[in-house]
């Protein structure tokens, strides 16, 4: 990993390469790499869950210690990604589908509370951090970049609700957010969801661009709520499910 050297003060041009950068510039404390690698095997299901977290060979994989190992387990566990038990270690989380249903819910909520708080403030250099960060998602998409996307549309999501200014909402959808991480992940492998998402995104853009809060709100909802439509319909892994309710 490269490290920069801090010669310039000034805030660097707005590229595609710089926002879809997925770490950092500045180094940043090893339990905190660690939980973001963790984060994304979580998400796209290296780890499953209800798996226990073998910690030698999590160490191994990231070329850690135990100590930071540790330390990232109680970042993931404050966020709902894994439950640590005493003499057992960490678990990956299993919600059950009424804590999905319901934390989709509640995400939606803030989300679109965060959509119709960001209109009142953003300026037009923040539209068009949007707007390339948009571009880059929809072009992983066209291309069945599953990963690359869907960091992509993270980034989309959480910058949405930095723009919103309310600390107490940010934080909130930070500690909520994560959990259901993999389940927003699999449901764009539900037949024609992928396409459907990028299609509502394009919405939100607009929605934004043109300062409408309401607009923008009833489509995170709506977005947040197709999402969950798509969780019901298949497995943990994104397979179609048979048995599911919404049939
Ligand atoms: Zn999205």
Not at 27 to 53: F, K
Request: hydrophobic share 40%; glycine share 6%; proline share 4%.
């Amino acid at each position: 990993m490269t490290e920069r050297t801090d010669t310039s003060r000034v805030a660097p041009p707005l590229a595609a390469t710089e926002l879809t950068q997925q770490r950092p510039q500045r180094r940043r404390p090893l339990h905190e790499e660690a939980a973001e690698r963790l984060r994304d095997m979580i998400v796209e299901g290296e780890l499953a869950p209800g798996e226990r977290v073998r910690e030698q060979a999590v160490c191994d994989r990231l070329g850690l210690s135990r100590t930071p190992l540790r330390e990232a387990m109680k970042v993931l566990a404050a966020e709902g990604l894994v439950t640590l038990q005493p003499n057992r270690g960490a678990t990956v989380a299993d919600l059950s589908p009424a804590d999905i249903a319901d934390t989709f819910k509640v995400i939606g909520a803030l989300e679109a509370l965060a959509g119709e708080l960001a209109v009142e403030r953003v300026d037009d250099d923040d539209i068009a951090e949007m707007r390339v960060l948009h571009y880059q998602m929809a072009l992983h998409q066209t291309r069945g970049e599953l990963p690359e996307y869907f960091r992509l549309n993270q980034r989309v999501h959480e910058r949405l609700v930095e723009l919103s200014g309310n600390q107490v909402l940010i934080e909130t959808y930070r500690q909520l957010g994560g959990r259901i991480q993999r389940q927003r992940f699999v449901a764009n492998r539900w037949a024609g969801r992928w396409e459907q998402a990028m299609h509502e995104h394009e919405q939100m853009l607009d929605a934004l661009a043109a300062r409408d809060g309401r607009r923008l709100a009833d489509i995170l909802r709506l977005h947040l709520d197709n999402k969950l439509t798509a969780v019901e319909h298949i497995d943990r892994d994104g397979r179609p499910r048979h048995d599911a309710a919404a049939d």
